[in-house]
């Protein structure tokens, strides 16, 4: 696997401290563990347990081990797609990640939006563009893409298997729907825990700390985080981040786009360009 590097199994690491003693325990953090009284725990006998769907074949279990140990946690920043499957990735290899998403979680996070949306009240770090799902988290749930790569199809069961509708996996336009992608997120996060990741939301990464070219830890705006092996799925809208990251002299390229452009016109002045002066 091109993208891990083989490290010699640590003593002890204590660059991930226990909840209670960590630097950021204060931010709203879902653990490895839930309690059997909480709402994310989900019973191995569950029909709805992390490992198994009502709508595919069970999913197997994470592997109990990652082909090649690290000092210390995987860290995923960005809670939005990108985040959230490659979360789902490492942990299915048994890398146990920490999810860390500035915003809030996405039952909040509707509330926090709601109230933007109604009274102008902005909140910097959970509003339309952050927080749990993404900027797409209140889009109305299209999943049009023209990409032919065949992980497509494992995202979109992934989705199913997590509450989306069973048609998007063979609809020429697949659709999911406003009103289940909050729903969706939700079941995806505690299969995301199920699989042993821990997911902290209210955690903004303000710095990247470095020796040597290589990533040493994390800085966010509660305290540090010592890390080697960091994926930055931050979205386009984290502009601080970026800034961040050309500070620090990492190469970027603008991305192209395209933009559509509505001009209207009277209706008289259409006539007229179409039939001349006769109208």
Request: hydrophobic letters at 35%.
């Amino acid at each position: 696997v091109p993208c891990f590097s083989p490290f010699p199994p640590p003593s002890p690491p204590s660059c991930f401290p226990s909840p209670p003693s960590s630097p950021i325990s204060s931010s709203p953090l879902y653990s490895y563990f839930p309690p059997p009284s909480s709402p994310l725990f989900f019973p191995s006998s569950s029909p709805f347990s992390p490992f198994s769907s009502p709508f595919l074949s069970p999913l197997p279990p994470p592997s109990s081990s990652s082909p090649f140990p690290l000092p210390c946690p995987f860290l995923v920043v960005g809670a939005g797609p990108a985040g959230l499957f490659a979360a789902w990735r490492l942990a299915e290899h048994g890398y146990a990640p920490l999810l860390l998403e500035r915003g809030r979680a996405v039952e909040e996070r509707r509330v926090d939006t709601a109230a933007f949306w109604k009274r102008g009240d902005l909140d910097p770090d959970s509003n339309a563009l952050f927080g749990e799902g993404g900027a797409g988290a209140f889009s109305d749930g299209k999943l049009t893409t023209r990409i032919k790569d065949p992980r497509r199809e494992e995202v979109l069961s992934t989705l199913v298997a997590c509450g989306a509708p069973q048609s998007i996996v063979y609809d020429a336009r697949p659709h999911v729907g406003t009103n289940r992608l909050p729903r969706i997120l939700q079941e995806m996060r505690r299969r995301l825990i199920g699989f042993g990741c821990t997911v902290r939301f209210s955690a903004r990464v303000e710095d990247i700390e470095s020796v040597d070219g290589g990533v040493t830890g994390i800085r966010t705006h509660e305290g540090p985080l010592d890390t080697n092996s960091v994926i930055l799925a931050i979205g386009h809208s984290a502009r601080d981040t970026y800034a961040t990251l050309l500070d620090h002299g990492v190469a970027m390229e603008a991305k192209a786009f395209a933009m559509g452009v509505r001009v209207q016109h009277r209706q008289d002045l259409i006539d007229r360009a179409q039939y001349g002066d006769t109208t």
